[in-house]
């Protein structure tokens, strides 16, 4: 078993496919795992030209416990600028819901920040 499976079982499969882990603090009570979205265009906006423009303002969400700790997940999801019309762009989070096990309550609370 590789450690991208075994991280699937202790986090949404979206969460590890399309995120990086950058960092992580660990004490008695509790874990931060502090995440950035990857750097590989969103799909559904293929054949556009697309630029990474940083990332949006990070968002935290308080996960399952993992051996009695408290776990934080710290989410920075990438925002990129279309090169012909300079709009800017964010990968559709409903998109990515329908092709994994993220629970309904996650997936309505990616909706909502989406807005």
């Known amino acids: 078993m590789t450690p991208i499976e075994l991280l699937k079982f202790m986090l ?3 969460l590890v496919d399309h995120f990086e882990v950058v960092f992580s ?3 008695e009570e509790i874990l931060h795992l502090y995440f950035e979205e990857n750097a590989k265009p969103p799909s559904e906006f293929n ?3 697309l630029i990474s423009k940083g990332f949006q303002d990070e968002i935290t969400i308080q996960d399952f416990p993992l ?3 408290f776990v ?3 989410i920075k999801r990438r925002r990129w600028i279309n090169k012909d019309t300079s709009e800017i762009v964010k990968r ?3 998109l990515v819901a ?3 096990r993220m629970t309904q309550d996650f997936a309505a609370f990616l909706k909502e920040i989406n807005r």
């Open 12 to 14: 949404p499969d979206f």
């Open 25 to 27: 603090t660990n004490t």
């Open 47 to 49: 054949g556009l030209q």
């Open 67 to 69: 051996r009695g700790k």
């Open 72 to 74: 934080y997940l710290h």
């Open 92 to 94: 559709d989070w409903n």
């Open 98 to 100: 329908k092709g994994t």
